[in-house]
């Protein structure tokens, strides 16, 4: 489960366990009081299905200098015990070559005359050598966005990457917002006593 943190700055970021790997994401303004409003409170965990909401909006995005900003290393994942939801983990766009969530962009390129398309990271972009017919973050996509560069002859029709990528924008997470509002609201008003302190959603 992801944890909201206060950033020393103000505002508020997000970690999250994914793939093994522990994650820190920014999140939009609207994205923070999303959660907020969810009755999600600095220091405490939410479910990941939520955070990936907020990601393929665009309200939630990683960069590689987040990381070292929050200084976030590998082994606090077993401090925080940000344990995983595999369930919500598919939900997270991924490199199509290493599986990394930083700086994603949706990318097509020629290779020897056949069309070739990708969701790659900042590191995997600038390795390529080939010019991009098609290069757009991954935060800016949405349904509507695909299928026009689809029709636009921009993309190759029927890609698994765009397939994926579609499943995961089509992916109706309201119940999960609701679940833990409701959730959420029914241990505030019990007495807590004999409650766990974490969420569980499943
Ligand atoms: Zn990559």
Same mark, same amino acid.
């Given at each position: 489960?992801?944890?909201?943190? /206060? ?5 508020? +970021? ?13 999140? /939009? ?6 959660? =907020? @409003?969810? %009755? ?15 990601? &393929? ?5 990683? /960069? ?13 994942? +077993? @401090?925080?015990?940000?344990? %995983? ?26 290779? *020897? ?14 390795? $390529?050598?080939? &010019? +991009? ?5 991954? /935060?800016?996509?949405? $349904?509507?966005? =695909? *299928? ?9 029709? %029927? ?8 499943? *995961?924008?089509?992916? @109706? ?13 029914? &241990? ?12 569980? =959603?499943?």
């Amino acid at each position: 489960m992801p944890l909201l943190e /206060t950033k020393n700055a103000g505002g508020y +970021f997000a970690k999250a366990n994914i793939n093994g790997v522990v994650v820190s994401f920014h999140l /939009t303004p609207f994205g923070q009081r999303q959660l =907020l @409003d969810a %009755g999600i409170q600095p220091g405490k965990k939410f479910p990941l299905a939520l955070l990936a909401d907020l990601a &393929r909006a665009g309200h939630a995005w990683t /960069t590689p200098s987040m990381a070292e900003q929050a200084g976030i290393f590998y082994a606090e994942q +077993f @401090d925080l015990n940000l344990v %995983g939801d595999e369930s919500a983990e598919g939900l997270f766009a991924a490199c199509t070559n290493d599986g990394k969530l930083d700086d994603l962009h949706l990318v097509a390129w020629e290779s *020897s005359g056949r069309p070739i398309l990708k969701l790659l990271c900042g590191a995997c972009r600038a390795e $390529l050598p080939e &010019r +991009f017919t098609l290069n757009v973050p991954v /935060t800016l996509l949405s $349904l509507g966005a =695909l *299928s026009q560069l689809e029709a636009q002859g921009k993309m190759p029709a %029927g890609d698994s990457v765009l397939g994926r990528l579609r499943e *995961s924008l089509a992916a @109706d997470l309201s119940a999960s917002w609701e679940a833990f509002r409701r959730q959420n609201a029914s &241990r505030q008003a019990g007495l807590n006593f004999d409650r766990p302190d974490e969420l569980d =959603l499943g």
